[in-house]
């Protein structure tokens, strides 16, 4: 079979199509028939070597397909069934093995590339919105890329809870995409904070910071946050954060920061298959649009994390076998 391959890490050009051996799922596990892979901005930190992964390796974190063979111990899966997964490795390919426990059921009516879009950003968006810092009603909040894959999600979710959200975007398409998904206002990077307090009419109106993009945004977000307020800093698009002095909590209001990983908001079996529902439960109700702003050949990974690095990219960046 084929899989994007990486060697050696570095840029793009280091994805290599390559023929490759057959996986064989292990007791526990599931070989799948690709559909999609999942492209996310984790896959351009492993192919850097940013996160550690042993060489050589497949990359891609997510994606959905058709379960072919179950190992002796897997009980819930069957051949032929629908499946999607995420923090499992090895997306990039024509065929996987997959940890039973990273796998869920497709409902029927969410088609293979949907299940492929939602799982890994679905889960972050939801876990941000419900569990790190549970949105309510008269909340406000920021959601730093707004147009992204993770923000456009997001962006709908808090709404759904109540909150009032403001959005950052670089470009006016990728603004009026933040928008309606149900953004109040949509700021560029540059003076976000003062164009935020002008709109609010408040010093720090702001009850938490989703921020995604990390070195470009963390600083000027945390003086928006109200006295014991969250910033929840759960990614670094533009860089990671640098070392900070906590004593800008206490200076800024008692504040909180945390720096969540989706892995520990999906760690049981029954917190998967809850969030799974209900953003399944979600997308059958027409109440979350999943955006799938582009689609490339699998061959063609090296042009989807170009466009991804380079801010081309609105929504799901999807890859298929
Ligand atoms: P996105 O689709 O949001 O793509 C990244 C976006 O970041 C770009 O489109 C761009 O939007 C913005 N950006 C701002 N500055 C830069 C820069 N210097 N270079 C590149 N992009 C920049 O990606 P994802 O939705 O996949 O992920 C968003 C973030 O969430 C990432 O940091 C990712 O690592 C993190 N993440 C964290 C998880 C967790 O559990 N902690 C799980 C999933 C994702 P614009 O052009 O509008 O600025």
Known sequence: MRAQRITEHGGPERLDWAEVEEPRPGDEALLVEVAAAGVNFIDTYHREGRYTVALPFIPGVEGSGTVLEVGARV???????????????????ERVAIPAARAVHVPDGVPDDLAAAVLLQGFTAHYLAFDTFPLTAGDTCLVHAGAGGVGLLLIQLATA???????TTSTDEKAALAA????????RYEGFADAIRQYEGKERPLDVVYDGVGATTFDEGLSLIRPRGLMALFGA????????????????GSLYVTRPSLGHYIATRRELDARARDVFGRIDAGTLDVRVGARFPLAD???????LEGRATTGKVLLLP
């Open 75 to 93: 009980a819930d899966f069957a051949p032929g069934d629908r499946i999607a997964w995420c923090n499992a490795p090895g997306g990039y390919a």
């Open 161 to 167: 809870a109540g909150a009032r959200v403001h959005a």
């Open 180 to 187: 309606s998904a149900g953004a109040v206002a949509v700021h």
């Open 237 to 252: 698009s533009s860089g990671p954060v640098p070392p900070f002095d906590l004593q800008g909590l206490n200076a800024n």
């Open 301 to 307: 990974a090296a042009d989807a994390h170009r466009a």
